[in-house]
T-cell receptor, first 110, second 115 residues
Framework: SQQGEEDPQALSIQEGENATMNCSYKTSINNLQWYRQNSGRGLVHLILIRSNEREKHSGRLRVTLDTSKKSSSLLITASRAADTASYFCATDEYDYKLSFGAGTTVTVRA | EPEVTQTPSHQVTQMGQEVILRCVPISNHLYFYWYRQILGQKVEFLVSFYNNEISEKSEIFDDQFSVERPDGSNFTLKIRSTKLEDSAMYFC?????????????FGPGTRLTVT
């Protein structure tokens, strides 16, 4: 089944640095969405990128999508302590049921 | 900003009991979903719902599960006879057609503990 897989599993950075995480998936997708989850709480929608888009920005977030490599990246610039969370990519195959990866845990050190 | 809400935030129940998890989706959304996340595992799709019927369900969503939209605002997930392995965080989500993208917005979740 369609699944996103994030890399790395965990990332520790200093406040102010950039954080980059990657997501790979297996089959053709319609959209790819990124979510944030703070310590066992709800999933916060960050950004959606369509399969015909290559890059998208939202505030300090930049998402790229390479459908030929079946991969996406999420860049968080100028990280803050409040960015400490788990980040998940989720894909759908035109059926709108999301397949989630295992997530990247980001720790931003003050 | 509109948001998806879920109640209760935490539900403890004994094995074999019925539970109903409640969700209020974003008001102008027409597509509704339930997902679950077992502790330490991935978020898994359970079911999607549109136009008062199930549009898709996963193999997890067996006869013990049912969904309902009893009125114009609530969306519920019922587990008829809970098992220990049903212990998980259950998330409700909703989306609209929105240029065909179906951005899904999630509620804060209900933590279900089956003892």
């Amino acid at each position: 089944s369609q699944q996103g897989e994030e890399d790395p599993q965990a990332l520790s950075i200093q406040e102010g640095e950039n954080a980059t995480m990657n997501c790979s998936y297996k089959t053709s997708i319609n959209n790819l969405q990124w979510y944030r989850q703070n310590s066992g709480r709800g999933l916060v929608h960050l950004i959606l990128i369509r399969s015909n888009e290559r890059e998208k920005h939202s505030g300090r977030l930049r998402v790229t999508l390479d459908t030929s490599k079946k991969s996406s990246s999420l860049l968080i610039t100028a990280s803050r302590a409040a960015d400490t969370a788990s980040y998940f990519c989720a894909t759908d195959e035109y059926d709108y049921k999301l397949s989630f990866g295992a997530g990247t845990t980001v720790t931003v050190r003050a | 900003e509109p948001e998806v809400t879920q109640t209760p935030s935490h539900q403890v129940t004994q094995m074999g009991q019925e539970v109903i998890l409640r969700c209020v989706p974003i008001s102008n959304h027409l597509y509704f979903y339930w997902y679950r996340q077992i502790l330490g595992q991935k978020v898994e799709f359970l079911v999607s719902f549109y136009n008062n019927e199930i549009s898709e369900k996963s193999e997890i969503f067996d006869d013990q599960f049912s969904v309902e939209r009893p009125d114009g605002s609530n969306f519920t997930l019922k587990i008829r006879s809970t098992k220990l392995e049903d212990s998980a965080m259950y998330f409700c989500a909703s989306s609209d057609q929105g240029e065909g993208t179906h951005e899904q917005y999630f509620g804060p979740g209900t933590r279900l503990t089956v003892t």
